[in-house]
């Protein structure tokens, strides 16, 4: 079985990231971000929970409810890792994953050891709240993940197990019933790519389908006193008049009917992105029409110019439009993350570059921020502005964004470059080393670049014979114009899809090289987004950025901009290497009134030159005072 | 006994109040707010839970467990109402509270209906939320004022039955404990003044000057199991290490050590009020040095420009200096009533004017703001900027606003004229006739205005005899300059305190005509504000104005006003009487964006002019997006 697909990434195997700056960042997961993690895991009682689950350990359940689920993306993290370079610790803490997941599995299957430890009699009693399915699905993701890099099948037979069990249960003709927390559905899909068996795919489009039509099973979940037990704080649940209120898990209404984004962010991503891939299985149009309406929605009304998503702390998801606070975002890690993941499958779907203007956003800002230049630090939430107190920390209790940038990091390469039969995608152009095979011609494809630092790029190009392929290289949003040479001088086939496309037949050594004209370049937003309103923001192609205390000397939020003066761009070493702004404009000196209010004009001003850095950058010299969207003068 | 005092108030029957602006809201108050809220107080069991105390009415307790105090205050309206005019209505419901109230007292003395009912055996045993002796604080209140006002002493009976039981469980060498509310301590003051028994005021000191040393009497507390369950919400009492964290309920340091304000703003002010009153007793250097500092703190970085206070939802009070968000400001109806009267008791503490500045920017603005023209709607918490969501409602299930605001109107002239043996303070030019006794001799007192509409005053003094006193007249800090026309065309003796001071005999007639200068202005805050950087407010004499969609015709946040600009006040018949402010300024057009995030200058600008109205009458035309801190062009 396998999906019908307009394009696809290349296996991890087949790419080698070169480039100084994600290259960078690989070799940190490797060195630092995998082996600390594996620390946490150990220190918290993650990998005991398993060990004790199996017997093999006193004790009993510690943390929270899902918490199995950190283990198994840890281990999909690894998984990409080592598929990156085979590094013996890395390889070491992942067997340690594999071997306390594998002895906690009961023999029918079941594995959560939550409920093992301390609910054995109340599984799939609360599966609004309380995650099993949620659980499992990462687990399936795991299992997918390790076999398919580095094809051991201990985790992928477990998950089978699991899976099987679920269908035992719940399906057509058996229980109605799907986990609050979305996220199997697109794991079983995976599962079903990775066993050839599409009951797997099957089944995730009936609980994909199943969900928000009335009644909903959380409904009688909430009048079993049982399952209230589980997870008592129900009010949040409920409507003002008291009545089930499904937007919190999008289970208000079919998907078909979805108009806008709601509730928990990162359950959405998780939804829309394995309703992306049946979507896409099926050429479903009413579904790839609801898919782009609620898209639209999000990315026209309700994201953050850094790709967060979901400002809100009380649901952690969304709320209205154009409702965009800065101070207090939420914008979850794992919701940006979730935002790359489905970016990826609308743009497998449609073709469509403009998903990867959303994409690189997400990566290079909304999702990248969430980890420490260190790589072991990282941010739950983040905001657009800080007045010092936002910190990160090595671990949360909650820990559900550490392992989701790391496998994110580990896969990058899925979202840079796509591949189809007789197509090669240039989304994203970061330095790689990568072979595919078009026609049937085995090709060496090899792409020179400093990107996100520059706009310009080397493409080359050697089939073992030559060979006719389209090449489609992305034209971003952000770039003014794209100048792309061939030493035969020839124009672009076509342009489709926010793509220049080239059909030709290629020979050893063809050589493109491309200028995407990378220049500074403020935004504003939208007249709605009441917060913004007299601001503007400082980008530099698939970089936002920002202004911190540390540069500027006082509070970032004191300056005001001149939008029409040139901005100095300025290569450096600070932070591991960026390109700061220098921007010029008028900062108000933070001097105190005598009285807290004073007759206008008792503000002084001064000529101002502020150093703008990366949004993702920011917060790794201490927290501080941050801002990205500064005042215009 | 009587307290030390440099100065008092008139009784409210030696004043009545002749202007257009208090006097519709007392005449409002009288005919609207009194008989709506008893309505309320009846449909909500607030009276049926002292009948069912009483065993005159089947039934338990309903509402939440502070509910009696709603009544009480409710009652001391009633009495101040009935000094304005002997209204049937009001006296009718004030007899229906107090029989109530009367029936339920136990033989003991003890009165609660919520533990009378619910608890019988807990009573004493979760002293800091509970709210026994709060809810005694406000009956002790009402029965000096029903008493001080009509001579009716049933109510100050039971609150005297009430004191001595407290004082037979609680004092030196025997249970040491105080109320996690402050109240009890300003009224058990109140009563010591009402009963020349100052015994009351001693165990007022004595609560005052235990609170804050450790250990905390709350802290055995939060070991009682039985405690604990009647308030099982602990946590937000702790400290992030566990420990018990004294901030919430002003118990974290003696009072003398205080020098931020901190925890629950109403919590805060009622000590504050009962501790300016022992320090004015005993002209006590030390405690009034610790007021100041925390006054200072307060009005200096923690004050709203409308005199709101307590920024946070999540204490319902304070959290950091120059923390003043103004969407989620909290700001509540009675924090601010509270900073009135705790203003008061520093005013007379000290002689100060200074305190009449934030005095009336409370009473004008933040209190007044909590209900409606119409007066039977009402605000909880009151924002500087609202997107359209917050509204007035008939009442609260926590209704402790609705009565606060009444009894404040009821007793408006506490606040404007001061009185001592041989001179009469003008803090406020409010209209009215009034009555006192200098050295001796009976003086008629006439002031004419129509403030806050203007600044220009006259006043006339009227003699028995010709008699000497001082006439002090306070020049506020927003009067520019302030013109005094006397006949005789004679110079103030001298300048006292932020008052002008003649000191003189005066003669039946004697009449000053006065100019406080009002124009309209704009103020900047402390640009530690962040929230407030790049903005201004405007204001007009004690008012602060605001700008809604009403009068705007589309969002104000799109506003940049041109604060060089003239603006121009004009005299209009809306919202029952208001001078508006017409300003010049820019307006971004709210027209669409084709992207959320477009270049610079996709904005559109164009010239505009706004109306704003008085901050106190927003919102009395449905719900609308409203803004006080208008971006500076």
Known sequence: MSLQRRMHSLPLSDVK????????????????????????????????????????????????????????????????????????????????????????????????????????????????????????????????????????????????????????VFGPGKRRGYCGHEEIELALIRLSGATGNSKYLEFARWMVEERGHSPSPFEAELQDPESVALWPRTGSLLTKQGRYDGQYAQDHLPIREHTEIVGHAVRAMYLYIAAAELGDDKDDTALEQALLRIWNNLTGRRMYVTAGIGPSSSNEGFTADFDLPNLSAYAETCASCGLVFWGHKMLEMTGDGDFVDVIERALFNGALSGISLSGDHYFYTNPLESRGTHERTP??????????????????????????????????????????????????????????????????????????????????????????DLPTAEE?????????????????????????????????????????????????????????????GCAPQLFSADVEAPVIVQKEKLLEGVNTLMVEGLSIKEIAFDELYSPVGSTEMI??????????????????????WVRQM
Chains 1, 2 share one sequence.
């Open 17 to 168: 990231i070169t480039d100084s700056f994600w290259g960078r960042w690989q070799r940190v997961l490797i060195d630092v971000t995998l082996p600390t993690q594996f620390d946490q895991l150990v220190a918290t009682g993650r990998i005991a929970n398993f060990n004790r689950a199996a017997g093999k350990e006193e004790g009993t359940f510690e943390g929270l409810w899902f918490n199995d689920s950190d283990a198994y993306k840890y281990a999909e993290a690894c998984a990409y890792a080592l598929t990156i370079r085979d590094d013996p610790k890395v390889r070491e803490c992942l067997n340690a994953v594999i071997e306390a997941v594998t002895g906690a599995q009961q023999s029918d299957g079941y594995i959560n050891t939550f409920f093992q430890l301390l609910h054995p009699t109340l599984k799939w009693r609360n599966l609004n709240m309380m995650h099993e399915m949620y659980c499992g699905g990462h687990l399936i993701e795991a299992g997918v993940a390790v076999f398919e890099c580095l094809g051991d099948r201990r985790l992928l037979d477990v998950s089978i197990r699991f899976a099987d069990l679920v269908m035992s």
């Open 395 to 484: 671990w949360f209790t909650c820990a559900c964004c550490p392992p989701n940038i790391a496998r994110l990091i580990g896969s990058v390469s899925n979202y840079a470059y796509g591949v189809s039969s007789d197509a090669f995608y240039v989304h994203i152009p970061i330095a790689c080393e990568a072979q595919a095979t078009f026609n049937g011609v085995p090709v060496q494809l090899k792409i020179e670049s400093d990107y996100p630092w520059s706009g310009k790029y080397k493409l080359t190009i050697s089939p073992k014979k030559p060979v006719q392929f389209k090449l489609l290289l992305r034209i971003p949003a952000w770039s003014s114009e794209m100048e792309i």
């Open 492 to 552: 672009p086939a076509d342009y489709e899809g926010g793509y220049a496309v080239f059909d030709r037949t290629w020979t050893e050594g063809d050589t493109l090289t491309i200028d995407l004209c990378m220049e500074p370049n403020w935004v504003e937003a939208d007249p709605r987004v009441k917060d913004n309103l007299g601001r503007a923001a400082l980008c530099n192609g698939p970089l936002v950025y920002a202004l911190e205390r540390t540069d500027f």
């Open 607 to 628: 000529e101002s030159k502020a150093k703008f850095i990366p949004y993702y950058a920011w917060c790794n010299r201490g927290p501080t005072d941050m801002q990205v």
